[in-house]
Nanobody
Framework: QVQLVESGGGLVQPGGSLRLSCAASGSIFSIYGMGWYRQAPGKQRELVAA???????NYADSVKGRFTISRDNAKNTVYLQMNSLKPEDTAVYYC?????????????WGQGTLVTVSS
């Protein structure tokens, strides 16, 4: 069974920083795209940032220049460094991965980690 486990969420003041991590585990042959999504109360889930296996990235306009996505392929882990956080960044952040496992190609989601930006 393949799973994604996120960590690093919490409460931070406006202007502060947090680093989210997401580790994939299980019987995995290859991990292709990985990304971070978020869902604020009463809103739809939205893409925050994504990264390909080769390291190409893209970001939502709202986080460009403040957030950085990276990955460690050897550890099957993706990170999201979040700087200059704003109250509107408050949301549950979900990790996502497209990968190939023993059962074939899968899209897998993490359980989510809450980020709260408040003074």
């Amino acid at each position: 069974q393949v799973q994604l486990v996120e960590s690093g969420g919490g409460l931070v003041q406006p202007g502060g920083s947090l680093r989210l991590s997401c580790a994939a585990s299980g019987s995995i042959f290859s991990i292709y795209g990985m990304g971070w999504y978020r869902q604020a109360p009463g809103k739809q889930r939205e893409l925050v940032a994504a990264i390909t296996s080769g390291g190409s990235t893209n970001y939502a306009d709202s986080v460009k220049g403040r957030f950085t996505i990276s990955r460690d392929n050897a550890k099957n882990t993706v990170y999201l460094q979040m700087n200059s956080l704003k109250p509107e960044d408050t949301a549950v952040y979900y990790c996502n991965a497209n990968l190939e496992g023993v059962t074939g190609y899968l899209e897998v989601w993490g359980q989510g980690t809450l980020v709260t930006v408040s003074s």
